[in-house]
């Protein structure tokens, strides 16, 4: 027992099971330690003989002081005979989709709904979950109640959404005029899987015991398992070549060609820092990615483009904007000019780092090889112990990359090999290219291999 104070709770240890803490100046008055880490204020009392609990809040959103003075409130409103858990309870029973909607955007600009790794979701996730509840969730079953939903309901959703019943045309600040919001699998897909996160969130503040969205079977995203074949990875090449001559998209085409290069995701290229950048290693230590902090491995192609921008780059990115010092921002707007009408006109920039993990499995390189390489959550656990980088992830990032330039600049590969350090991995990559597309090797190819 003790006064629970500010101290007190940031203190108190998170254990593999929940547990309480009573404050011994208010009896009934206590926190909630969660396995999960949080913490949370509530009072216990008895009424119609049974023990009650009524949750005040997060700690975060509460202070020790604020949920203290409620405490007292519905304390004294208790000991007049009224009985706020079940009055809660009652409310919560009423509860629409659209408020449990509202509650859940609160929490989420609090950091209190957390994503991959135990994390606060990222910006770039939460404007995608307000997208995904105020253009399709609230559209379709804003009105019904929580506590009314079954499982044909949440069907019900991802098939309105695939059909393209929430489709509409909205006025977006970020692109300045107009964007489309389509259906789809894949848009169903992720706002299902959103919808369910929702629901569980539902299910923790105990509005609802069960979770409707579990066991729906969802489309497979075909966005997912797009792919370049050889042939497009040239057609790729010619677009970004005329797109060049045209000094707007200058930015826009070495954005895509690095991303076609490392395997990166689009927003961990367009806001990589030159801090981030370490050319001696041959790898870009990412601060922030998707998984976290991730160190990724890149070919000598993207090293020597590095390189050669550096010396005349300013500034905090490697890819600036328009700003004092932000990032390139014109990117999104870009690539849909670039790519509508065209033959590839489909891709996404997900299908380049896509592209670029399947030409590495085509060039036979593990899995662990490719989990490292591109940062997905599988190589995490071996990217956390990576110092200075292993020759052989650094070989593969080489001999990878230059197959895809080589793709991109048009050449006809008949075979591959494997490349070695920064004058011999020269040579190799080199010797390599020479070799995939039958030509022999110059007196200066030699002259480096020896």
Same mark, same amino acid.
């Given at each position: ?17 929940? #547990? ?6 208010? @009896? ?54 009224? &009985? ?19 509650? #859940? *955007? ?36 804003? &009105? ?56 569980? #969130? ?8 069960? &979770?409707?969205?579990? /066991? ?16 497009? #990875? ?12 045209? @000094? ?94 065209? @033959?590839?006109?489909?891709?996404? @920039? ?10 590495? &499995? ?30 052989? *992830? ?11 330039? /080589? ?44």
């Amino acid at each position: 027992m003790s006064k629970l104070t500010k101290r007190v709770v940031d203190a108190a240890a998170v254990r593999e099971k929940d #547990y309480f803490i009573w404050d011994d100046e208010l @009896p009934g008055f206590g926190l909630r330690v969660f396995a999960s880490g949080k913490r949370s204020y509530l009072i216990q009392y008895r009424a119609a003989g049974r023990t009650r609990r009524y949750t005040i809040g997060l700690h975060g959103i509460w202070t020790a002081e604020t949920a203290r003075q409620e405490a007292k409130i519905q304390l004294g409103r208790v000991a007049q005979g009224d &009985n706020p858990s079940e009055e809660r309870q009652l409310d919560h029973q009423a509860l629409t989709v659209k408020e449990l909607c509202a509650m #859940y *955007l609160k929490d989420l600009d609090a950091g209190l709904i957390l994503g991959k790794g135990g994390r606060p979701k990222k910006a770039g996730t939460i404007v995608s979950d307000v997208g995904r509840i105020r253009r399709h969730i609230i559209p379709l079953i804003g &009105n019904r109640k929580v506590k009314d939903l079954v499982k044909a309901d949440v069907a019900k959703v991802l098939k309105d959404v695939m059909a393209g019943k929430t489709a509409v045309s909205v006025k977006t600040k970020k692109l300045r005029g107009k964007a489309i919001v389509r259906g789809g699998a894949g848009t169903a897909t992720r706002t299902v899987g959103l919808l369910g996160g929702i629901l569980t #969130y539902a299910m923790e503040a105990g509005i609802i015991t069960s &979770n409707p969205a579990h /066991g729906i079977r969802k489309p497979k995203d075909n966005v997912r398992d797009r792919r370049l074949t050889e042939a497009e #990875y040239r057609i790729l090449g010619e677009m970004l070549r005329a797109a060049a001559e045209n @000094p707007k998209y200058e930015m826009t085409v070495e954005i895509i060609r690095q991303i076609a290069l490392t395997g990166c995701r689009r927003s961990e290229m367009i806001g990589l820092k030159w801090a981030e950048a370490d050319i001696d290693a041959s790898c870009i230590r990412l601060k922030e990615s998707k998984e976290g902090a991730s160190i990724r491995p890149v070919g000598l192609p993207v090293i020597e483009y590095l390189e050669e921008r550096r010396k005349t780059a300013t500034g905090t990115y490697v890819f600036p904007g328009q700003g004092e010092d932000n990032a390139f921002g014109g990117f999104p707007n870009h690539w849909r000019q670039m790519f509508r009408d065209s @033959p590839l006109a489909d891709v996404t @920039p997900h299908v380049l780092r896509h592209s670029f993990a399947s030409i590495a &499995n085509d060039l036979g390189f593990t899995e662990v090889t490719i989990a490292a390489l591109v940062g997905h959550a599988k190589g995490s656990v071996t990217s956390k112990y990576i110092h200075s980088l292993d020759t052989a *992830l650094i070989m593969a990032a080489d001999t990878i990359s230059g197959y895809i330039q /080589g793709l991109l600049d048009g050449i006809e590969f008949k075979q591959t090999a494997y490349a070695l350090d920064r004058d011999s991995r020269k040579a190799a990559l080199s010797r390599f290219l020479l070799q995939a597309i039958g030509e022999p090797e110059t007196e200066e190819d030699e002259r480096l291999a020896a």
